[in-house]
């Protein structure tokens, strides 16, 4: 038993000497000339200081959030005071998750941009071995931190001999639950401070440069362009990084508390541990079939498709962990099992495992669609910019609906299927499949950015034509990539929030959410509601931060001579310290919705109506999620359609024409809705089933001190005469009485 659990955490550090050689690697590229290497220092330092400033608030943070954790866990049995030092590892991983993708992605961009004065062939190498350090690192740190503290928390509560269905093991997995609502705190607060940075910076840059100015993106006269490209690694990379890396741990420690509920049929396999550490396994499959499947993203010249490069390296992922996937499930857990009396074979839990795996893979491929330059949704979008600006909004906002409807029907298809299978183990278990290939999904997520930035060197380098035009194909890509990893984390998050509430009704001790209780209903009602004053936060956050940084560019556009004619040098740093500040101060009132509400609705009204609220924001968020990211993906698409030219009712149009100026405006208007609000819908929904699973024992020994309380009450004369008048009683109780 001990050795097949030291597999776990092995596998993460092969997944962490993988990333330090592809880091080494890239370092060892050429930077290009001394202009180039500037750029990039400049981007490198704004970024570093950006995270060492939201390290420092965080920090604050971790320790209240902490001594908070650390008391509560010393008034229920169920859980202990360690599960503070469980949440402060997983909030520290989870920023050391971000800081490699930081670090990899500001020296891979220019490292690209010169790869790209050689042809596609090597920029994709570099650009894509630059995500891979990320998207390998992220899931290495994940499944070693994952697998070593379950080690250590199974020594330290569960006693030889125990029964995994007892109540020492649900204590240390719900001490472990600590990891992730540390990683998934950092997480929340890392994706939205880091989205305002990034889209207050690009709004500002658009729309002053590009519409007030006339000049093109990136060009090293806008003031904003450092805090532009500076924000694409804060936001896209170390955002995305904390993003997946708290993913991957909740969809694992959800399927576990519902793996120590199963009932094993026949002889115990490994102790009765097998439900419990398969997601662990799963995971590890998927990490080193990934590192394999990043050799398969080649290209043989420049003429070849880099998306579909990247999809060759995503489908071998797919297919080597589906294929050995079958042989995990057959060899660790036993034929015949049963959760909450639904019984299922080890065969029924690898369909279950398909099915999350064919979910992912088919929801990826209509985020494709719906944000892919040339693809029917993108080209409604570049047709109705020739009639301006408002027409251009209409069609994004309703491509962006509309490309709700596939997605959410072949989730709920997913979330049938696999409860079919396996019950609420086999939703989990789906979602652990579906997360598996996370590694390769978030290396050609951070592919994208790294590719923008590389373009952004090239801009401001001046470097010729032929290079930019090697970037913006890796750019446009890119794009894809990002809205597609964001379908994919918001699907993966709905059913991993689907297996955190079915923990959470186990812990709570409740069975069911009964809508006709009032209460209940108006929870739901309180829980839909949450992603949209959500959204509002954190666009707003954007607006006030753009109109600092508009205000900004025009001031130095005015009052700097000679910045037009390339005789004067912006001021950067100060364009840097706007969008720091502003995200900053802004991402506190949106964390604080996703953490605080789930407690003030537990110990006020109880388990139920927090289930009912947790039901509400898992509805709500998963649409707006997917709403937001594909409406915004695809504004930014047809904006880059005007690059190569459009032909509109038999008319070509490039860059600069009118119908150019209404696709930037549509683009302007999407960045917050992909980059800032959309993508933070998956982990707002993850936080607060997370939150809520934490808080389950205290809630539920509250329910149930409340409970002996009023049946002591009960027993009373007076008050059973005085709960007959308020209609309290049954009506054989009330007989009794008279």
């Known amino acids: 038993m001990n050795m097949i659990l030291c597999i776990v955490p092995l596998v993460g550090v092969l997944g962490l000497i993988y990333t330090f050689f592809a880091s080494r690697w890239v370092e060892k590229q050429d930077a290009g000339d001394d202009k180039m290497k500037e750029i990039s220092g400049y981007i490198a330092k704004g970024a570093m200081a950006f995270l060492k400033a939201e390290w420092r608030n965080l920090a604050i943070f971790v320790v209240i959030a902490a001594g908070l954790l650390a008391y509560l866990g010393t008034t229920v049995p169920d859980s202990s005071p360690i599960i503070a030092v469980s949440f402060c590892i997983g909030a520290v991983l989870s920023a050391t998750a971000g800081y490699i993708g930081m670090r990899i992605a500001t020296k891979a961009n220019v490292r ?20 891979s350090v990320m998207g390998v690192g992220v899931a290495g740190l994940a499944i070693l931190g994952l697998g070593s503290l379950f080690i250590v928390f199974y020594q330290l509560f569960v006693p030889q001999g125990a029964a995994i269905t007892g109540p020492e093991m649900k204590r240390a997995i719900e001490v472990l639950a600590g990891f992730s609502l540390g990683s998934e705190s950092i997480a929340l607060f890392a994706r939205v401070g880091g989205g305002i940075y990034t889209k207050a910076a690009d709004v500002g840059a658009d ?6 100015a006339g000049i093109p993106e990136d060009d090293p006269r806008n003031p904003a362009t450092i805090a532009d490209n500076v924000g694409d690694n804060v936001g896209d990379v170390a955002g995305m990084g904390a993003d997946l890396f708290g993913s991957f741990v909740a969809t694992i420690l959800a399927t576990m508390v519902l793996g120590q ?5 026949n002889a115990d396999n490994y102790g009765g541990l097998s439900p419990v550490i398969l997601p662990m396994f799963i995971a590890g499959i998927g990490l080193i079939f990934s590192m394999i499947a990043t050799f ?27 294929t050995a996937a079958f042989f995990a499930v057959r060899i660790l857990l036993p034929e015949n099992m049963t959760l909450r009396g639904v019984p299922f074979t080890s065969l029924d839990v690898y369909y279950a495992i398909l099915t999350g795996l064919v979910v992912g893979t088919v929801i990826s491929f209509i985020t494709e669609y719906y944000t892919s330059m040339g693809k029917r949704p993108v080209l409604k979008i570049v047709r109705q910019s020739a009639t301006g600006h408002a027409t251009n909004i209409i069609g994004g906002l309703s491509v962006g609906m509309e490309s709700t409807v596939a997605p959410v029907l072949i989730l709920a298809a997913g979330i049938v299927v696999s409860f079919y299978f396996a019950g609420v183990y086999g939703v989990g278990i789906a979602a652990a499949g579906m997360m598996a290939t996370t590694a390769m999904q978030l290396s050609i997520d951070a592919f994208g950015p790294i590719s923008d930035n590389a373009g952004g060197i090239a801009e401001m380098s001046r470097l010729p034509e032929e290079v930019r035009k090697h970037t913006d194909v890796l750019d446009a890509t890119g794009n894809t990539t990002a809205a597609t990893g964001k379908g994919f984390a918001i699907a993966s998050a709905a059913l991993t929030s689907l297996a955190l509430f079915a923990a959470f009704v186990g812990i709570a001790g409740i069975h069911a959410i009964d809508l006709y209780k009032a209460n209940v209903l108006a929870g739901l009602f309180v829980g839909g509601m949450i992603p949209y004053i959500f959204s509002s936060l954190a666009i707003s956050a954007v607006g006030r931060a753009a109109m600092d940084m508009v205000n900004e560019v025009r001031r130095q556009f005015k009052e700097i001579p000679g910045i037009m004619e390339y005789k004067a040098t912006p001021e950067y740093e100060k364009c840097v310290a706007i969008s720091t500040h502003a995200s900053l101060r802004e991402m506190i009132a949106p964390g604080a919705i996703a953490l605080i509400v789930p407690v003030i609705v537990g110990f006020t009204f109880g388990p139920e109506v927090l289930g009912g609220l947790l039901a509400g924001v898992t509805v709500s968020g998963v649409l707006m999620g ?32 009118e119908p150019h100026k209404a696709s930037i405006t549509g683009d302007t208007v999407g960045d917050p809705f992909k980059d800032t609000s959309g993508p933070s819908m998956n982990i707002l929904i993850k936080l607060m089933s997370i939150v809520s699973l934490i808080i389950a024992p205290h809630i539920a020994q509250k329910a149930t001190d409340q409970n002996k309380t009023s049946s002591f009450k009960t027993k009373s004369p007076v008050n059973q005469v005085y709960n007959i008048r308020n209609g309290s009683l049954p009506v054989a109780a009330i007989t009794a009485v008279r």
Not at 112 to 131: D, E, H, I, P, Y
Not at 298 to 317: E, Q, T, Y
């Open 207 to 212: 729309l002053v440069g590009k519409i007030e």
């Open 626 to 657: 997917l709403f937001q990211s594909n409406a915004g993906g695809a504004w930014d698409n047809a904006k880059k359609s005007f690059e190569k030219g459009v032909e509109i009712n038999g008319q070509v149009y490039y860059k600069k024409s």
């Open 261 to 265: 509920q199963v009932i094993e049929g």
């Open 112 to 131: 690209t941009t010169q790869a790209a004065r050689t042809g596609m062939k090597k920029a994709l190498l570099v650009s894509f071995t630059g995500g």
């Open 296 to 322: 398969f993203v080649r290209i043989k010249n420049d003429n070849s498709s880099v998306m579909n490069a990247l999809n060759m390296g995503n489908w071998v992922s797919i297919i080597l962990t589906a």
